[in-house]
């Protein structure tokens, strides 16, 4: 297969891409430091409110088990290239190797469970947003479309992954461990 360059770069490098939330995500958490890095170590509660005018979106989900959601990281506090992750302290990663909110376009993707939907509302379990982040779309997961056999993960697979389940899987718990453990 020859793929050619179909657009000029310069032409996509001075485009301004702008999106409108389409709802907002309400979880408990109101401070960076205290929100779990990943919705699948925790069993928090929250809703997704879908403006008005975007509720008949809305129609035919309540028959997926798992949502992905689209949002923007509205208290990032800059962008920087290189992080150190939450799960790894001591080496600064590439920001396209983790999933830190920092990034040049601040933008959040979360897999929650869908626990009901009531009118323009959706119930979820797994949250790992702050509360009022603006919600910028809503897919369904799709089991045959999303999951991946024999997936690699990089740097985090040398991680404790199993045993972040145990612990209060939040920025500052992790730091406040790995201050204990040493």
């Given at each position: 297969m020859i793929i050619t360059?179909?657009?000029?770069?310069q032409d996509v490098k001075d485009m301004e891409?702008?999106?409108r939330p389409i709802g907002i995500i309400h979880s408990e958490f109101n401070e960076q430091?205290?929100?779990p890095i990943q919705g699948i170590f925790n069993e928090s509660v929250g809703r997704v409110e879908v403006f008005?005018?975007?509720a008949e979106g809305l129609a035919d989900i309540e028959a997926f088990s798992?949502?992905?959601l689209l949002y923007h990281f509205d208290r990032?506090?800059?962008c920087t290239l290189l992080q150190k992750p939450f799960l790894d302290g001591k080496k600064a990663r590439g920001i396209f190797a983790i999933r830190h909110f920092n990034r040049p376009n601040p933008i959040g993707l979360s897999i929650v469970r869908l626990l009901g939907v009531n009118g323009n509302v959706l119930e979820i379990k797994g949250v790992d947003v702050l509360n009022g982040t603006?919600?910028?779309d809503i897919k369904p997961y799709v089991h045959r479309f999303d999951h991946r056999e024999e997936v690699q993960s990089g740097w985090v697979d040398d991680q404790h992954i199993d045993d972040i389940a145990e612990w209060n899987s939040t920025p500052r718990a992790l730091r406040d461990r790995e201050r204990t453990n040493r």
């Amino acid at each position: 297969m020859i793929i050619t360059m179909s657009r000029n770069i310069q032409d996509v490098k001075d485009m301004e891409i702008q999106y409108r939330p389409i709802g907002i995500i309400h979880s408990e958490f109101n401070e960076q430091e205290e929100t779990p890095i990943q919705g699948i170590f925790n069993e928090s509660v929250g809703r997704v409110e879908v403006f008005p005018e975007f509720a008949e979106g809305l129609a035919d989900i309540e028959a997926f088990s798992h949502l992905i959601l689209l949002y923007h990281f509205d208290r990032a506090t800059g962008c920087t290239l290189l992080q150190k992750p939450f799960l790894d302290g001591k080496k600064a990663r590439g920001i396209f190797a983790i999933r830190h909110f920092n990034r040049p376009n601040p933008i959040g993707l979360s897999i929650v469970r869908l626990l009901g939907v009531n009118g323009n509302v959706l119930e979820i379990k797994g949250v790992d947003v702050l509360n009022g982040t603006p919600l910028l779309d809503i897919k369904p997961y799709v089991h045959r479309f999303d999951h991946r056999e024999e997936v690699q993960s990089g740097w985090v697979d040398d991680q404790h992954i199993d045993d972040i389940a145990e612990w209060n899987s939040t920025p500052r718990a992790l730091r406040d461990r790995e201050r204990t453990n040493r």
